[in-house]
């Protein structure tokens, strides 16, 4: 009788155990390092989980490799801030939806020596060519990252480069690149939350600020065939979202404008334009 009770015991445990609650849904999401990095991430991702019921899992890559990702499948949604390349891919992927989400600015920072003497710049091509011809090194993030594409984009107006060994691939995320612009003493492009949030452990400056062109924009990209993904978005795009994006704060200043409603948002050349009157 005791081994019939015992074995009884234990099929009424694993019964109980199989009709416990099933685990939560899970959605992967690939996100562009300066959203990890600067702690948006962390800030909002326990009401977007609370909201949608999702377990979040976050991977952390530069924009065009998070593209990439969503492409072979490996991952629900990316969050990215390369405009170019999602351009390419949103032709190649017609199944996927596309919606800006907000927006920043880029930043140039250096040593407080400031050798190419960039507080001086007209704009930012300006900027770039001073640190070309002064001979000073430059930091690169070299990972086809949303910020290597801006990068790009600026080396190229510029029409020269810096030469041999005074151009340094980090080829890592945005934090560890601003940490190898520490170490040379050199120039680099930073999504400024990024360096509020670890640039004070650094001997850099924010030495360049002042182009419409630094404009920095972020978009939600996801499958339409994917629950998981929409209902992601949908928390993402709605006021509760908006005002968890909105509330994350960098020493008082917000790292991140929520887009703007009433702004065209489905394109990877929109910018944000000013909010409506009926706006928050």
């Known amino acids: 009788m005791a081994i019939l009770r015992g074995a009884a015991l234990t099929i009424g445990v694993g019964l109980a155990l199989a ?5 939560p849904r899970s959605v992967e999401l690939a996100t562009t390092t300066s959203v990890q990095n600067s702690g948006l991430l962390d800030s909002v991702r326990p009401a977007a989980e609370a909201a949608t019921g999702l377990l979040i899992r976050v991977h952390a890559a530069g924009s065009g490799r998070a593209l990439q990702m969503l492409a072979n499948g490996a991952v629900d949604a990316v969050i990215s801030h390369a405009p170019d390349t999602e351009q390419r891919l949103l032709v190649e992927h017609p199944g996927w939806s596309y919606r800006k989400i907000a927006y ?3 930043v140039v920072v250096g040593p407080r020596s400031d050798p190419a003497r960039l507080r001086e710049s007209r704009d930012i091509v300006d900027a770039f060519q001073r640190i070309a011809d002064s001979g000073s090194t430059f930091v690169s993030r070299g990972d086809e990252s949303g910020t290597h594409e801006r990068e790009d984009t600026f080396w ?3 029409g020269r480069r810096p030469a041999g060994g005074r ?3 980090s080829g890592r995320g945005m934090a560890q690149a601003l940490r190898h612009a520490d170490e040379a003493q050199a120039y ?3 999504d400024a939350p990024t360096f509020w949030q670890v640039g004070d452990g650094l001997d850099l400056q924010i030495l360049f600020d002042d182009d419409p062109r630094l404009m920095n924009t972020y978009a939600l990209v996801h499958r339409r065939d994917r ?3 929409l ?3 949908e928390w993402i795009h709605s006021a509760a979202g908006r005002a968890a994006m909105a509330a994350f704060t960098i020493d008082g200043r917000r790292g991140f404008e929520p887009w703007p409603e009433g702004c065209a948002a489905a394109a990877p050349a929109a910018l944000p334009c000013a909010p409506s009157k009926s706006a928050p």
């Open 19 to 23: 009709c416990g609650p099933p685990p």
């Open 104 to 106: 920043n600015a880029f």
């Open 156 to 158: 190229k107006a510029a």
């Open 167 to 169: 151009l340094i691939v």
């Open 188 to 190: 680099t492009l930073t």
């Open 227 to 229: 629950p998981e993904a």
């Open 231 to 233: 209902a992601l978005a």
